[in-house]
Antibody
Framework: QLQLQESGPGLVKPSETLSLTCTVS??????????WAWIRQPPGKGLEWIGS???????YYNPSVKTRITLSVDTSRNQFSLRLSSVTAADTALYYC???????????WGQGALVTVSS | QSALTQPPSASGSPGQSVTISCTGT?????????VSWYQQHPGRVPKLMIY???SRPSGVPDRFSGSKSGNTASLTVSGLQAEDEADYYC??????????FGGGTKLTVL
């Protein structure tokens, strides 16, 4: 059974960089059949896709964060990562990693990591 | 790209059917057979209920069904049960490897 687990600091200061890693077990980030995605949910609000990465390192970003986001994948560690720079309070959210079919659907999700942006 | 439009709320009595809409444009919902639907109970991880407009993952009851007409996709829940009370989100491709969610609909079972 595929499992995903987010990890990283829960508190980030304004203007600094948010960093999260998603560790995958029961499957391989090196699979050609899927993308690996990050989705966030601000407290009390809806879901927002922020980016996806293919095992080759090809990335796809939400235009709303395109200038601040970097996704990377490490097939040797079976992990993929998110970096979001110049964060503000508006980036406070529960960040989910997920496995995404090429058609776009997210079949497996991590438990989510709450990241708060505050000084 | 803009978020897909969903009604903020929907409701129905146990046993009834309710349909939640997800309206986009010809650049997203209308242009691709990639609409998916997610159920999220409070404090829980979203769960995939429908993918590629009308396909159901294994384990999802057949009370849940999806369809699309033009730029609007729909999720229908038949035979409403108390445990169906949750938030529901649609998602679609918006082209050029960009994906977008709807704003979410809170389903209340009366």
């Amino acid at each position: 059974q595929l499992q995903l687990q987010e990890s990283g600091p829960g508190l980030v200061k304004p203007s600094e960089t948010l960093s999260l890693t998603c560790t995958v077990s029961g499957g391989s980030v090196g699979s050609r059949d899927y993308y690996w995605a990050w989705i966030r949910q601000p407290p009390g609000k809806g879901l927002e896709w922020i980016g996806s990465i293919f095992y080759t390192g090809t990335t796809y970003y939400n235009p709303s964060v395109k200038t601040r986001i970097t996704l990377s994948v490490d097939t040797s560690r079976n992990q993929f990562s998110l970096r979001l720079s110049s964060v503000t309070a508006a980036d406070t959210a529960l960040y989910y990693c997920a496995r995404q079919r090429h058609s776009g659907s997210y079949h497996y999700w991590g438990q989510g990591a709450l990241v708060t942006v505050s000084s | 790209q803009s978020a897909l439009t969903q009604p903020p709320s929907a409701s129905g009595s146990p046993g009834q059917s309710v349909t939640i809409s997800c309206t986009g444009t010809s650049s997203d919902v209308g242009g691709y057979n990639s609409v998916s639907w997610y159920q999220q109970h409070p404090g829980r991880v979203p769960k995939l209920m429908i993918y590629e407009v009308s396909s159901r993952p294994s384990g999802v009851p057949d009370r849940f069904s999806g369809s699309k007409s033009g730029n609007t996709a729909s999720l229908t829940v038949s035979g409403l049960q108390a445990e169906d009370e949750a938030d529901y989100y649609c998602s679609s491709s918006a082209g050029s490897n960009v994906w977008v969610f709807g704003g979410g609909t809170k389903l209340t079972v009366l």
